[in-house]
Structures are given as structure tokens and as C-alpha cells.
């Protein structure tokens, strides 16, 4: 990477030195977990809060969707809506970022760090996801149509053809593998971003930059890292998201690890922990 220019004049505020990131093991991946778990039991009012909003939210969409006819994107939704989870996981991150530092927590400093996560662009970050999502849903909507027509068999039947119908595999292996495909990218943009953007100031231009060059660097543990939250999901989709209430802090915390281990501190802000290998 590299460094930033000199200023061209002098007094002129020289130009904040661009992330630097490093490389990871499969060894972090676990101790990110394992830090992630320990911050949720050490603040757990702020994980179940955050985490029972979340499954609250999905429980609205998927229903708003069922009662208006459109039962045949509750899943889609539902796979789907783990696209804004890191946005939703902000205040996690500040969280287990005042435990990493031993300052006061609290609700109204977690709430004021995410105000000032919002003037550093964490909501166009938020933006970036969110039509990220909704994209999602319009091809969910088309493979339907592409592979069903518009016609609304209803639920059971629908679910019938799906497992029983060479169609039916073929729509769902189609759009697995595309959604596999679209979440793989949102993670590329977002597993160091939006922490990022909470730990200093910078652009979430900058912050998408750092977290697709962090991927880069370290395909093959993020690859490993991305199934990690992908089989956790998988789990709370099964219990019909009540799952998210305890994943989404778990997650969110040790995603804020994820990222120390991944992203080198600014001067003096390393901690022994992340730097242990």
C-alpha cells in the first residue's frame, strides 16, 4: 500500500494514512468467536436487545409478505434480510469496542457513538445494504416468475414442487447459488467497513476499499469466516429467527474482532489480545 503524499504546502493537513491490513488464521477466526461470546456475557442487556430488534424485524417483513399474498419470498426474505445485520450490529461493535478499552458503557454512549459512526458515513454504508437487499428481492421475484410463472399455487404445494419437482431443485439450487453470490459481495463491502467506520474517521469509500482489500488478502479465512455466518443464520432460520436473538450479539461481537485482527491499529490502540497469534 501506499503511503500518503506529503503536503504541498505548508501548514496544509496532510492526508490520513489509508488502512493498513494484514493477514489472519484460522486461529483468529476462532478466537474471534470465542472474544465475541465473552462480550456478549459480559454485556448482555445491550446483545439481546439489539438481537430480539433484529428477529423482530424479520418477523414483521416475513409476515407483511405472507398476509399480502406474497408467501413464496419468505425466504428470500428471510436469507435476505442477514444483508443489513452488520448495519443492525453497529452498536454491538461499540460495545465490545468500550470493553476492549475499559471506558464507561452505557446506553447513551453506545447510542452517541453511533450518532457519530452516522457523520462518519455509516448510514451510506446503511444505504449501500440496504438496496443491496432490495435487489435481492427483485431477483428472488424474477427467478420465481422465471421458474413458476406468476401463479401462486399456495404454500404447500409451492413447497411440494420445490422438493419433488425437477423444476422445482432447479429453482432452488438457482437462486442458493445466486444469493450465495450477492451475500458474498455484501460481506466482501461490509466484514471490516462498518466497524471501521465506528473505530475512526474515515469515508465509507475508503472503508469498502479496506474491507475488499482485507478479503483479498485473506480469501481463504474470510471464505471460512463468511460460512461461519452463514451456517449460524442457516441455525436461527430454522428456529424461525428466534436463533437471531442470541447470534446476532454473539456474531456482531466477534465481528468487531474479526476486524481488529484483521485491520492494524492506529499508534497505540493495539491490544495484546489481537496481537497474539
Given at each position: 500500500?501506499?503511503?500518503?503524499?506529503?503536503?504541498?504546502?505548508?501548514?496544509?493537513?496532510?492526508?490520513?494514512?489509508?488502512?493498513?491490513?494484514?493477514?489472519?488464521?484460522?486461529?483468529?477466526?476462532k478466537n474471534a468467536?470465542?472474544?465475541?461470546?465473552?462480550?456478549?456475557?459480559?454485556?448482555?442487556?445491550?446483545?439481546?436487545?439489539?438481537?430480539?430488534?433484529?428477529?423482530?424485524?424479520?418477523?414483521?417483513?416475513?409476515?407483511?409478505?405472507?398476509?399480502?399474498?406474497?408467501?413464496?419470498?419468505?425466504?428470500?426474505?428471510?436469507?435476505?434480510?442477514?444483508?443489513?445485520?452488520?448495519?443492525?450490529?453497529?452498536?454491538?461493535?461499540?460495545?465490545?469496542?468500550?470493553?476492549?478499552?475499559r471506558l464507561p458503557?452505557?446506553?447513551?454512549?453506545?447510542?452517541?457513538?453511533?450518532?457519530?459512526?452516522?457523520?462518519?458515513?455509516?448510514?451510506?454504508?446503511?444505504?449501500?445494504?440496504?438496496?443491496?437487499?432490495?435487489?435481492?428481492?427483485?431477483?428472488?421475484?424474477?427467478?420465481?416468475?422465471?421458474?413458476?410463472?406468476?401463479?401462486?399455487?399456495?404454500?404447500?404445494?409451492?413447497?411440494?414442487?420445490?422438493?419433488?419437482?425437477?423444476?422445482?431443485?432447479?429453482?432452488?439450487?438457482?437462486?442458493?447459488?445466486?444469493?450465495?453470490?450477492?451475500?458474498?459481495?455484501?460481506?466482501?463491502?461490509?466484514?471490516?467497513?462498518?466497524?471501521?467506520?465506528?473505530?475512526?474517521?474515515?469515508?465509507?469509500?475508503?472503508?469498502?476499499?479496506?474491507?475488499?482489500?482485507?478479503?483479498?488478502?485473506?480469501?481463504?479465512?474470510?471464505?471460512?469466516?463468511?460460512?461461519?455466518?452463514?451456517?449460524?443464520?442457516?441455525?436461527?432460520?430454522?428456529t424461525g429467527l428466534?436463533?437471531?436473538?442470541?447470534?446476532?450479539?454473539?456474531?456482531?461481537?466477534?465481528?468487531?474482532?474479526?476486524?481488529?485482527?484483521?485491520?492494524?491499529?492506529?499508534?497505540?490502540?493495539?491490544?495484546?489480545?489481537?496481537?497474539?497469534?
Amino acid at each position: 500500500m501506499a503511503d500518503a503524499l506529503p503536503s504541498s504546502a505548508a501548514g496544509e493537513q496532510a492526508p490520513v494514512r489509508a488502512p493498513v491490513v494484514r493477514e489472519i488464521s484460522k486461529s483468529d477466526l476462532k478466537n474471534a468467536l470465542i472474544y465475541g461470546w465473552n462480550d456478549f456475557k459480559a454485556a448482555p442487556q445491550f446483545g439481546l436487545l439489539f438481537g430480539l430488534l433484529y428477529a423482530s424485524g424479520g418477523w414483521s417483513i416475513i409476515l407483511l409478505a405472507t398476509v399480502s399474498g406474497f408467501y413464496y419470498l419468505a425466504y428470500p426474505l428471510a436469507a435476505g434480510f442477514a444483508l443489513i445485520a452488520p448495519f443492525v450490529a453497529a452498536g454491538l461493535y461499540e460495545v465490545s469496542r468500550r470493553l476492549e478499552l475499559r471506558l464507561p458503557l452505557g446506553w447513551g454512549e453506545v447510542i452517541e457513538a453511533i450518532k457519530g459512526g452516522g457523520r462518519r458515513d455509516l448510514g451510506w454504508m446503511a444505504l449501500v445494504t440496504t438496496f443491496t437487499f432490495f435487489i435481492w428481492i427483485d431477483i428472488a421475484i424474477f427467478l420465481y416468475a422465471m421458474f413458476f410463472g406468476m401463479k401462486a399455487p399456495g404454500p404447500w404445494v409451492l413447497m411440494t414442487d420445490i422438493l419433488t419437482t425437477s423444476n422445482g431443485l432447479m429453482f432452488f439450487v438457482t437462486g442458493n447459488v445466486i444469493g450465495a453470490m450477492i451475500a458474498f459481495a455484501v460481506f466482501s463491502l461490509t466484514v471490516v467497513s462498518f466497524p471501521l467506520l465506528l473505530d475512526r474517521d474515515v469515508d465509507f469509500v475508503t472503508a469498502m476499499i479496506t474491507s475488499i482489500r482485507a478479503v483479498k488478502l485473506n480469501l481463504v479465512c474470510m471464505i471460512y469466516w463468511a460460512l461461519t455466518i452463514a451456517a449460524l443464520t442457516a441455525v436461527s432460520l430454522l428456529t424461525g429467527l428466534l436463533g437471531l436473538v442470541v447470534v446476532l450479539p454473539w456474531l456482531g461481537h466477534a465481528s468487531w474482532h474479526m476486524y481488529r485482527f484483521a485491520v492494524v491499529a492506529e499508534a497505540g490502540g493495539e491490544t495484546r489480545e489481537h496481537l497474539s497469534r
